[in-house]
């Protein structure tokens, strides 16, 4: 056996490297007293350096290990970084939340539970095999339905879990029973090897991408599989449902493009049709669900669906362009999706309130956060100077370039229609004031001395340093990546769509 | 020899099954074991495929094996959480678990 090809995992190694540290950290640093030491600034200290080994080399380009088993890009290097730094950006803002009373003793649970998910995720992008693929995809859902459920005395947060696992075993259950389908139609669960040899001629092959489309419909939560999304989010803890909703998801997205492009070309025109359907429900339905919700994570919730719908019309394309635009669409909506959840915790921490109506007139006690919050807001609905502009002009570019005029056409409709419930909550921040507050109080915390029974806005309150750190990076991003084109021009420079991905495959076999 | 059709019959009836129960089942721990059915049928697919159509090879059988012991742990995690949702409600119907709907 060959034990350089090890270095080909370099991403995954390093990252169990940061594991087994903290694995360490926490059985000899946590408990009495030493908190300090432990809390937060080691895991994302940890994290931040293996990020940035992760990115150094991605220009290094492609690579395999055990025999096609595990693929390595610079493409897949760029995802896995984008995902490595929401990741920090979660660590930062969950902060507040774990020095909490009752977390105090579970906070390295947390950190490990979620880079596990994160190295699920990692073994999932860089997937050449059905195998691989399906044990990083359950290694990436698995643990996090225990983070969703990790307020443990908390109903709403059990009760989304089960919903969540639930739903994830039904998901793999129909995932699973596809994979079978393909692999009885051809005889080998390599992507390479499969893409070869399906054809569209195969009503097996047909059926196994119908249960595959299934199964990670769940995962990235589009229309007719989304039903779980908004009970999750609302139960889970706020810092899960910010990782929920971007990481998770992203990194499922990725996936689907390069699994469609590897293993189902032949089948371009079933799957297209299909995800047309797909797109255009999960946008306009999730958008009417959006603007009638009042609890703010029920709200992120259903933009989340929408915004998903965008981000698979990356994959409508099948091209060089549509990959690029897809993670160029998971960078910029990371972090102003973050950004906004960062803004969310920070205020549920301070005072207990998660309601859009508990917001009026937050612009006259916290102008700071209101204005961050409004930012981000902005980009998500697509506003010109901010990220999310570019981001969505590139993703409906590729797509109207491919030749999907109609769908390009309702998915700008439907961004007019964003754009009016993203402004409610930038209404209730500046326009309505304190006398607006017609709402009555809704207690969402467990400890009822948190809760604080006034109806007035919101408090000020200092914002904590890490908090504080998370959203200059979640700005900053939103900020730089529309105005600084670099960013797009970088992910594109190692790109590879259905036209490139022979020749992709080719070098990685050399 | 049993045919192969008899036996991908018995892998999709109890994948229906499974679905079917999931859907009906008002006891978690039901839908749990509905959901099982439906990762048992596929691991019966890829050992039958593996076993009638590509006798060449294991890589069926042994996806088959990594399949269970992924639906083990996910059944763990999934009667964990149950457990924890019967501390609170003392019952585990799923009928109970609307807190948070629409």
């Known amino acids: 056996?060959?034990?350089?090809?090890?270095?080909?995992?370099?991403?995954?190694?390093?990252?169990?490297?940061?594991?087994?540290?903290?694995?360490?950290?926490?059985?000899?640093?946590?408990?009495?007293?030493?908190?300090?030491?432990?809390?937060?600034?080691?895991p994302v200290v940890l994290l931040t350096i293996h990020t940035v080994l992760n990115i150094c080399p991605c220009c290094q380009g492609a690579g395999e290990a055990f025999g096609g088993m595990y693929v390595h890009t610079p493409m897949m290097s760029i995802v896995k970084s984008v995902l490595a730094v929401g990741t920090i950006v979660t660590f930062l803002m969950a902060h507040k939340w774990l020095s909490r009373e009752e977390n105090l003793i579970k906070q390295g649970e947390f950190y490990l539970i979620t880079l596990f998910t994160l190295l699920g995720m990692y073994f999932m992008i860089s997937s050449g095999h059905f195998l691989m693929f399906f044990i990083g995809l359950e290694t990436a859902s698995i643990p996090m339905a225990a983070t969703v459920a990790f307020d443990k005395n908390r109903y709403e947060s059990a009760e989304a879990g089960a919903k969540f696992i639930l739903l994830a075993l039904f998901s793999a259950g129909l995932l699973?029973?596809?994979?079978?389908?393909?692999?009885?139609?051809?005889?080998?669960?390599?992507?390479?090897?499969?893409?070869?040899?399906?054809?569209?001629?195969?009503?097996?092959?047909?059926?196994?991408?119908?249960?595959?489309?299934?199964?990670?419909?769940?995962?990235?939560?589009?229309?007719?599989?989304?039903?779980?999304?908004?009970?999750?989010?609302?139960?889970?803890?706020?810092?899960?449902?910010?990782?929920?909703?971007?990481?998770?998801?992203?990194?499922?997205?990725?996936?689907?493009?390069?699994?469609?492009?590897k293993v189902f070309p032949e089948l371009v025109g079933a799957w297209n049709q299909a995800f047309m359907w797909i797109i255009i429900f999960s946008i306009t339905v999730a958008n009417?669900?959006?603007?009638?919700?009042?609890?703010?994570k029920r709200f992120m919730a259903f933009s989340a669906i929408s915004q998903a719908g965008y981000l698979v019309l990356g994959v409508?394309?099948?091209?060089?362009?549509g990959m690029t635009s897809l993670v160029f669409y998971l960078l910029v909506y990371m972090v102003a999706n973050l950004g906004a959840f960062a803004v969310i915790t920070t205020i549920e921490e301070n005072s207990g309130k998660i309601n859009i109506s508990d917001y009026n007139g937050l612009y006259s006690t916290n102008p700071k956060l209101s204005f961050l919050m409004t930012l981000c807001l902005f980009s998500l609905a697509g506003i010109p100077p901010f990220a999310g502009f570019f981001s969505k002009f590139f993703i409906f570019m590729a797509a109207f370039k491919a030749g999907w005029h109609w769908l390009v056409?309702?998915?700008?409709?439907?961004?007019?229609?964003?754009?009016?419930?993203?402004?409610?909550?930038?209404?209730?921040?500046?326009?309505?004031?304190?006398?607006?507050?017609?709402?009555?109080?809704?207690?969402?915390?467990?400890?009822?001395d948190r809760v604080m029974p006034e109806d007035g806005p919101i408090p000020t309150f200092r914002v904590d340093c890490y908090t504080r750190t998370?959203?200059?990076?979640?700005?900053?991003?939103?900020?730089?990546?529309?105005?600084?084109?670099?960013?797009?021009?970088?992910?594109?420079?190692?790109?590879?769509?259905l036209d490139k991905v022979m020749e992709v495959c080719t070098g990685c076999c050399k | 020899m049993i045919s192969i059709e008899l036996l991908l019959l018995v892998s999709a009836v109890m994948l229906f099954a499974g679905i079917y129960g999931f859907l009906t089942r008002k006891s978690t721990l039901a839908i749990l074991?509905?959901?099982?059915?439906?990762?048992?049928?596929?691991?019966?697919?890829?050992?039958?495929?593996?076993?009638?159509?590509?006798?060449?090879?294991?890589?069926?059988?042994?996806?088959?094996?990594?399949?269970?012991?992924?639906?083990?742990?996910?059944?763990a995690i999934a009667i964990a959480i149950m457990i924890n949702i019967y501390r609170q409600l003392k019952s585990i119907s799923a009928d109970k678990l609307t807190k948070m709907k629409w």
């Not at chain 1, 409508?316 to 362009?321: F, K, R, S, V, Y």
């Not at chain 1, 998370?470 to 769509?497: H, K, Q, R, T």
């Open chain 1, 1 to 42: 056996m060959d034990y350089s090809q090890f270095l080909n995992m370099q991403a995954e190694l390093s990252l169990l490297a940061v594991i087994v540290i903290l694995f360490v950290a926490d059985l000899f640093m946590c408990g009495d007293g030493k908190k300090g030491v432990y809390n937060t600034c080691l």
């Open chain 1, 176 to 261: 699973l029973y596809g994979i079978s389908l393909i692999y009885g139609a051809t005889g080998t669960l390599y992507f390479d090897e499969i893409g070869k040899t399906l054809t569209l001629s195969n009503p097996l092959a047909l059926l196994g991408l119908v249960l595959f489309i299934s199964g990670m419909g769940f995962k990235i939560s589009l229309v007719p599989f989304h039903l779980w999304t908004a009970d999750t989010y609302e139960g889970a803890p706020t810092v899960v449902t910010g990782f929920l909703s971007v990481i998770s998801k992203g990194s499922a997205a990725f996936v689907l493009f390069t699994v469609l492009i």
């Open chain 1, 288 to 296: 009417v669900f959006a603007v009638r919700q009042n609890n703010l």
């Open chain 1, 316 to 321: 409508m394309d099948g091209t060089a362009q």
């Open chain 1, 409 to 448: 056409l309702i998915a700008l409709i439907n961004t007019v229609i964003s754009l009016y419930y993203y402004l409610l909550i930038v209404k209730a921040m500046y326009i309505k004031g304190p006398g607006f507050t017609e709402q009555k109080l809704v207690s969402i915390s467990a400890d009822n």
């Open chain 1, 470 to 497: 998370a959203l200059f990076i979640c700005v900053a991003g939103v900020v730089l990546l529309g105005i600084c084109g670099v960013a797009y021009n970088c992910i594109d420079s190692f790109s590879y769509g």
């Open chain 2, 33 to 75: 074991l509905s959901i099982e059915l439906m990762l048992n049928s596929a691991d019966i697919n890829f050992a039958v495929f593996n076993r009638m159509v590509y006798p060449n090879g294991h890589e069926g059988v042994f996806f088959a094996i990594f399949a269970i012991a992924i639906a083990a742990a996910e059944s």
